[in-house]
């Protein structure tokens, strides 16, 4: 329990002998009930997940933990770049730069994090965009 729901997950893995895709041994699929405790809504997710790992190399609570770290990384990123930096609104895609954006993007929010930045929209990117010299002294360019 906590951020004002209660959630639930289940955690099932089967494995894989006839698909696809190379190298792949497992599915983990994890379903996950949550409750709004401010608005009783109920919510039903189901997540599948492809590892090579053979049945038995990690149990249950360790793929759990991989999971959590997977959306660690998505929460410290990619949802950083859509929401501050609207990437999913951006009109850029010809050639290669999407991926050039996507890199500079990703250098900000890295140079924003050494620097000590946990809140990228408001503490950082709005701190550094009233001084121009700011991004350069959190470079150690100055």
Known sequence: MGRGRLEVRHLKTVTLQHLSCPGARQAPRVIRWRKDLTSNKITIERLYFVTSLPPGAASGARIAAWIRGHWKIEN???HVRDTTFAEDASTIRA???????????NLAISVLRQDGRTNIAAAATRHHARHPGRPLAALGWT
């Open 76 to 78: 410290q990123l990619h």
């Open 95 to 105: 050639g290669r730069l999407p991926r050039v954006m996507a890199g500079l993007r």
